[in-house]
C-alpha cells in the first residue's frame, strides 16, 4: 500500500508558477513510477506527465511541454511538478498517483486545486 499527498496547489495569474509536491509513503513507495493527473470542471481525468522509478526517463502530454516539469527525489519520497507559463486551460484539480510502468495508476492522491485566473 502507498499513500500519496498532495501540496502546493493554488490560485495564481496567467503566466506564473507553481510547483506541486507529492509525498509518497509506504514500503515500495520508491520502486514506482509516478505521474501526474488533473481533472478539470467537467471533463475527464487526463494525464499531465509521470516519471520512471529512477527518474531517468520523463514523459510529458504535448499541451505542458516546455512549461511543466516533473522530477523526483527518491530520498525524500517526493515527487515535484515544476509548472511555469501557466495558462487558464492549466485550471483543474491535480492528482499524483503511483503508477504501473505503462503508466497505469494504481494508487492516487487526494488532490490539489490549481487556478489560473486571466
Known amino acids: 500500500q502507498v499513500q500519496l499527498v498532495e501540496s502546493g496547489g493554488g490560485s495564481v495569474q496567467a503566466g506564473g508558477s507553481l510547483r506541486l509536491s507529492c509525498a509518497a509513503s509506504g514500503r515500495t513507495a520508491s520502486s514506482y513510477a509516478m505521474g501526474w493527473f488533473r481533472q478539470a470542471p467537467g471533463k475527464e481525468r487526463e494525464f499531465v506527465a509521470a516519471?520512471?522509478?529512477?527518474?531517468?526517463?520523463?514523459y510529458n502530454v504535448d499541451s505542458v511541454k516546455g512549461r511543466f516539469t516533473i522530477s523526483r527525489d527518491n530520498a525524500k519520497n517526493t515527487v515535484y511538478l515544476q509548472m511555469n507559463s501557466l495558462k487558464p486551460e492549466d485550471t483543474a484539480v491535480y492528482y499524483c498517483a503511483a503508477t504501473y510502468s505503462d503508466l497505469r495508476p494504481r494508487y492516487w492522491g487526494q488532490g490539489t486545486q490549481v487556478t489560473v485566473s486571466s
Open positions: 516519471i520512471s522509478w529512477s527518474g531517468g526517463t520523463t
